[in-house]
């Protein structure tokens, strides 16, 4: 056979994983629209949908590289799912090459790549294996005949042998179908294989059955009441893959490239990035469908990849020294921690943390590497790479951006003690020379320092561990980098700048988006401005919305207390009644919602469980002391006698609602209205940086609570607003 009939060879570039049931996602050209000659002739056409119509020249022959396609099953038992269009050419140009007429030399490339570029097929082995990671590998197969009702592709054996028979049998015959098959249609043709027999009533109708007991019964059955043999047990089977395969059915080239870094709990699960990270390949689908349609036209030349990132796995921090150290009581809970929250503790541990950088930094090397070795064109046409964090990865992430080193608050601490010591000021006459010769002792100490750190060799070690290539975003969810950032002393700046946390040149746009109920989240913006905790962070869009307004033109709003002024603002946070005895009690008992709001009502109707006892007794017992040492009766008001009758309170409460509207009623009380914000509430921020996502309003904040931090790998909104971010362009058009 000649290459000639099979194709020309294609040079590998990536393409996208389509699901089988969902149709090709990328945008196939109409044939009367095809005007390249080099793209193959069949004497078939095709419809708007891609169907194959057979011509009325048509005559049987062998199958070329369109119609065979080429499939991948990811699971033992489950349904093969096709490769798009140009991979399938692929894959059937090296397979004629290599396999049917053993052309292969030293410098032949085996390995063809293909689902956007992310696994490779072998062609000699017929497995799918993944390029970034490991411990993905599926089978594949090269499909000829299918089953027409769900496009299933016959076992390969099975199909050789129907193949080499029709043929023999049909081959150079006009192709003719008869339409409904008949119980008077005549058989032209019979096949025996195994457990089957195959009937042909033309060309172009052919039937499978099967030979057991169960479907020969339906069979006669059938036949005595005048259905045809073909409808009551028959498969009808269709030479070539219905929809043929095209070099126009491919993915653009990859323009944004996204790392996805992980956070604590990796070591229980380690192929759970990968997970995720599909899961957040699916949501780009399903956005691109509906909000960037102009990313599937012909002719695009943009497309977003998510590649993850796994940096747990291969370390063995302690070896296993916590874990000889854990008691055997409740074991099973204690590694759960081990596994999970331990790698908290290991980052802030300097004996730790600077291996964990360098496996995340070697990491991110690797893979940007390896994608460039695949993806030639990126860095040419100026291809972008953002990062997407979860949890502890954003705060490691962050680290490696701005080259943070807890070294760095040693370099504070020095600066202090370089100073005069203020106590050296008010020693006596006496020890006037012992404190000259400390503060001597200081200075040459200092000297020494500078001239040690004068080799550079800190600067040399620091250096060296970089990214090699620009981030343009850092989106980072669920983190925790606002407290770990506090912790370490950053302070407001009172500008609007975000340069003294990440300058632009180590990130170009930072955004820290988080759940409200995410109790591991932290803010970032009144780290920058202080009064912005008074301002709400931005409502990011629902996937369902329908009116989107540009982020850079919604304006800020603040929280409803942030409005009123400082006496109104202390009334909210203690009340707004004012007779002496309330404000008496108020002192003495912590308030934990405003009077007359929906959760002092939910605490005056349901008052069970221990907090409630407690508040009670303590109320009554405070407000009855002041009464008798001041000399008046002991009066029934108190202010939690206005969320808890005298009597005692009934125990039968769920503590779980008990707990809900515990934790409703202190987020009702503003943690910043005590706050003086007089010098800088007119700056505002260059670029807002806190999104908020928006939550159900049916289901329970305690739940939400538990639940939050690891829902973000399959919201929309996330995907959408990544999107957004990636290709603003596409967006503001869309507006225009």
């Known amino acids: 056979m000649n290459l000639e009939t099979v194709g020309k060879p294609l040079k590998e570039e990536p393409s996208a994983d389509i699901d089988s049931d969902e149709g090709p996602f990328y945008f196939i050209r109409d044939p009367q629209d095809n005007d390249d000659s080099d793209s193959p002739s069949l004497n078939q056409s095709r419809d708007r949908s891609g169907r194959v119509a057979t011509s009325s020249n048509e005559v049987v022959d062998k199958l070329i590289v369109t119609q065979i396609r080429w499939l991948y099953r990811e699971e033992q038992g489950k349904k093969w799912s096709p490769f798009i269009g140009y991979d399938s050419c692929q894959l059937e140009w090296k397979y004629q090459k290599l396999i049917v007429h053993g052309d292969v030399t030293d410098n032949d490339e085996i390995l063809v790549l293909v689902r956007g570029g992310l696994y490779e097929v072998d062609i000699f082995n017929m497995t799918c294996s993944s390029v970034y990671w490991q411990d993905d590998t599926c089978e594949v197969m090269r499909g000829t005949w299918f089953y027409q009702s769900n496009r299933q592709p016959l076992d390969i054996d099975l199909a050789k042998q129907i193949e080499e028979e029709h043929m023999a049998k049909f081959k150079g015959e006009k192709v003719e179908t008869i339409g409904t098959v008949s119980a008077k249609t005549p058989m032209v043709h019979h096949l025996n294989v195994g457990n089957h027999h195959i009937d042909w009533y033309s060309t172009g109708d052919i039937y499978l059955y099967w030979n057991t007991t169960g479907h020969r019964i339906a069979r006669s059955i059938g036949q005595s009441i005048g259905f045809s043999k073909a409808s009551t047990s028959g498969y009808r089977l269709v030479r070539g893959y219905p929809v043929m395969a095209t070099l126009e059915d491919k993915p653009p080239p990859v323009s944004h490239l996204v790392f996805v870094v992980h956070g604590v709990g990796q070591i229980m699960d380690k192929s759970s990035i990968i997970k995720t990270c599909a899961d957040l390949s699916k949501g780009k689908q399903k956005v691109v469908r509906k909000h960037f349609p102009d990313l599937l036209s012909m002719g695009c030349v943009h ?28 074991k099973g809970l204690r590694n759960a921690l081990n596994s999970s929250v331990m790698d908290i503790l290991y980052y802030t541990s300097p004996l730790y943390r600077s291996e964990i950088i360098k496996c995340l930094l070697g990491e991110l090397n690797r893979l940007y590497a390896l994608f460039c070795e695949r993806n030639e064109g990126f860095e040419p046409n100026g291809g972008k790479v953002s990062i997407f964090g979860h949890s502890l990865g954003c705060v490691i992430t962050y680290d490696i951006l701005t080259g943070w080193n807890p070294i760095h608050l040693y370099d504070q601490y020095l600066s202090h003690e370089r100073a005069a010591h203020p106590d050296l000021d008010t020693v006596s006459e006496e020890q006037k020379g012992l404190a000259a010769e400390l503060q001597e002792a200081r200075r040459k100490v200092a000297a020494l320092e500078d001239q040690l750190l004068a080799t550079n060799q800190v600067a040399v070690a620091i250096s060296t561990m970089s990214l090699k290539f620009k981030v343009e975003n850092l989106f980072c969810v669920g983190s925790p980098l606002g407290v770990f950032l506090a912790l370490r002393g950053v302070r407001p700046s009172g500008k609007g700048s975000i340069h003294h946390l990440l300058p632009k040149r180590a990130c170009q746009r930072f955004f820290n988006i988080y759940y409200p109920s995410d109790p591991v989240a932290y803010r970032i913006e009144p780290l920058i401005v202080r009064h912005y905790c008074t301002i709400q962070p931005v409502a990011m869009h629902r996937f369902e919305g329908k009116t989107q307004p540009l982020y850079h033109t919604m304006k800020t709003v603040p929280y409803s207390a942030a409005t009123k002024g400082g006496e109104e603002m202390k009334g909210a946070e203690g009340g707004t009644s004012t007779s ?51 000399g008046k009766a002991p009066s029934r008001f108190s202010l939690r006698s206005r969320w808890y009758s005298e009597e005692m309170p009934d125990t039968k409460t769920d ?25 800088d509430e007119k700056v505002e921020l ?23 931090h690891t829902s973000y790998w399959s919201s929309l909104d996330i995907v959408l607003f990544v999107m957004t971010q990636l290709f603003p362009n596409y967006l503001e058009n869309k507006h225009e």
């Open 655 to 679: 503590p779980l609602e008990q707990l809900q509207e515990e934790m409703a009623a202190v987020d009702s009380v503003p943690s910043w209205s005590s706050m003086d914000f007089s010098s």
């Open 303 to 330: 497309r977003a990849e998510f590649l993850p990132v796994e940096w747990r796995s291969p370390l063995n921090l302690d070896r296993g020294i916590v874990s000889s150290i854990t008691p055997e009581r409740l």
């Open 686 to 708: 260059d670029e807002r940086i806190d999104f908020e996502l928006k939550e159900s309003s049916y289901g329970s904040l305690y739940y939400a609570a538990l639940t939050s």
């Open 580 to 630: 002496p005895e309330e404000n008496e009690v108020q002192d003495e008992v912590v308030e934990m919602a405003p009077t007359g709001s929906p959760q002092s009502e939910k605490r005056r109707k349901s008052s069970g469980g221990l907090w409630g006892m407690w508040s009670w007794s303590e109320a009554k017992e405070t407000q009855s002391t002041k009464s008798t040492s001041e």
